[in-house]
Each structure stands twice: as structure tokens, then as C-alpha cells.
């Protein structure tokens, strides 16, 4: 039995074995078709804990304290898009909400509620629809485009007020990576793989 691998770089469909693809390289511009992915469940179980820990802290804590006029105002994530909704921008609170909150709690609960049954060798309840879900939740988790905002606001806030970065702020950068990190580990590719090696 026999499938298809398309090239990322030209599109070039190659008819491959079901083994892994170990440097395997397109025939016709030989950028590479699918990196090796061996990857351990331990690790992607370990990244996903530290991920919630720093979810928690980016939410629990502000963001950031400015401090103008003697005056000091500091606010949290659900705070900010709170304003945004008070200040008439519903829109724009529920896409700060969805993007930055919801987003990536589910991605990241819902891979623990995954992981941690695979390790033992078993499967979660509706193990391959929660994963397939998982795909397009993955698309809405936008912490690194809101982190580039929030710093954007800060350097032309810095000109008028005195800024301090809270430790959600770093909670939130942290996330970004540990989050990049978490899905470069459970790729479906490597998925399928922990799914086929926990029932053989």
C-alpha cells in the first residue's frame, strides 16, 4: 500500500511507501518532502503543562501598569477586551477573546486530554474528532499577532506615559514560543504515528 506526498515547495505529487519519510526530497526541486518526525510524547506532554501554567499566569496577572500623571492603571487580558467592548468595539473585543484566550486553551487542553491516554497506550474518547477539531482551532490562536500589537502600543505609549511590563506580558511571550514548540511536536504526521505505535 502506497500514498502520495505532495511537495510543499512546487506541489509535485511523489507516490511514497507508508514508512516514514526519512530527508526524502522532491524529484524535481529538491526541497526536502517531509521532515523526520520521531518525536517523543513525553516531551509534547511536558510542553503542553508548561503551556497552561504560563496561559494561567498571562490571565491572571496585568499585562502591563502605566503610570501618567501620578495616576497608575493597570490591566489584564480579559480586561482589555472588556474595554474594547465598552468602548463600543464588540468585534474586536470577541476577536481579542477568541484569539488570545479561547483559542489556545482549547488547542492546549485539548491535546493534554489526547497525550496523556496515548502515553499509556490508549485512546481518549473521540480521539480522531477532537484531534481533526484541533487542526482548525490551531488556525485561531493568534497570541504571536497580539503580542506584536501590544508592543507596537507600548513603544508609542512610552513617549507619553511611564510603561511597566506586568508578568502577563512575559507570560504571554513565553506562551508564543512554548505554543510554536507544542505544534511543531504534534504535527498530525506525528499524531497518527503515537496513535498507530500505542495500538500495536
Do not use: K
Not at 18 to 46: F, H, K, V, W, Y
Not at 127 to 156: H, S
Amino acid at each position: 500500500m502506497s500514498s502520495v506526498i505532495v511537495c510543499p515547495s512546487c506541489d509535485l505529487a511523489h507516490r511514497v511507501g507508508m514508512s516514514p519519510a526519512t530527508g526524502t526530497r522532491c524529484s524535481r526541486c529538491r526541497a526536502p518532502l517531509q521532515r523526520p518526525e520521531n518525536g517523543n510524547i513525553d516531551t509534547a506532554i511536558a510542553l503542553a503543562v508548561c503551556a497552561l501554567v504560563l496561559f494561567f499566569l498571562s490571565n491572571a496577572y496585568p499585562l502591563v501598569t502605566i503610570q501618567v500623571n501620578g495616576t497608575t492603571r493597570a490591566t489584564t487580558l480579559l480586561g482589555a477586551a472588556s474595554e474594547l467592548y465598552t468602548q463600543g468595539h464588540a468585534g474586536l473585543a470577541c476577536l481579542v477573546l477568541i484569539t488570545t484566550m479561547v483559542g489556545p486553551f482549547l488547542q492546549i487542553s485539548g491535546l493534554l486530554y489526547l497525550l496523556v491516554p496515548l502515553r499509556r497506550a490508549r485512546e481518549a474518547p473521540g480521539q480522531n474528532t477532537i484531534f481533526r477539531l484541533l487542526a482548525q482551532v490551531r488556525v485561531w490562536t493568534f497570541v504571536e499577532v497580539f503580542m506584536l500589537g501590544v508592543l507596537v502600543a507600548l513603544v508609542r505609549l512610552s513617549a507619553y506615559a511611564r510603561v511597566v511590563p506586568g508578568v502577563a506580558l512575559w507570560a504571554c511571550a513565553l506562551l508564543m514560543l512554548t505554543l510554536a514548540a507544542l505544534t511543531s511536536r504534534t504535527t498530525p504526521g506525528q499524531f497518527w504515528r503515537w496513535v498507530d505505535g500505542g495500538r500495536g
